[in-house]
C-alpha cells in the first residue's frame, strides 16, 4: 500500500527498457536500506516510479517496522 501511495496508478511498464524501476533492498551485511533500479527484471521486489519516493519510505520513521518485517524477518 505504501508503494500504491506513491506511485498512484503507475505500473511498471517491463517491455519499456528505458524506464527505470527503483526498489528497496536490505544489505544483509549492515542491516541498511538501500534503494537501487531494474529495468528489465520482473521479481517479487516492490517497485516505486521515482528513486526519491522509494529513499523516502526508507527515510520515514514510520515505515521502519514495515520494512524490518519485510526484509529482515
Do not use: H, M
Not at 506513491?6 to 527505470?20: L, T
Request: charged share 30%; proline share 3%.
Amino acid at each position: 500500500y505504501i508503494a500504491k501511495f506513491y506511485n498512484g496508478d503507475w505500473e511498471p511498464e517491463w517491455n519499456n527498457r528505458n524506464e527505470d524501476k527503483y526498489y528497496i533492498y536490505c544489505k544483509r551485511v549492515t542491516g541498511e536500506y538501500l534503494v537501487d533500479a531494474n529495468l528489465t527484471d520482473v521479481t517479487n521486489a516492490i517497485y516505486f516510479k521515482n528513486r526519491a519516493d522509494a529513499q523516502a519510505v526508507i527515510d520515514n520513521p514510520n515505515f521502519r517496522s514495515i520494512l524490518d518485517a519485510i526484509y529482515k524477518e
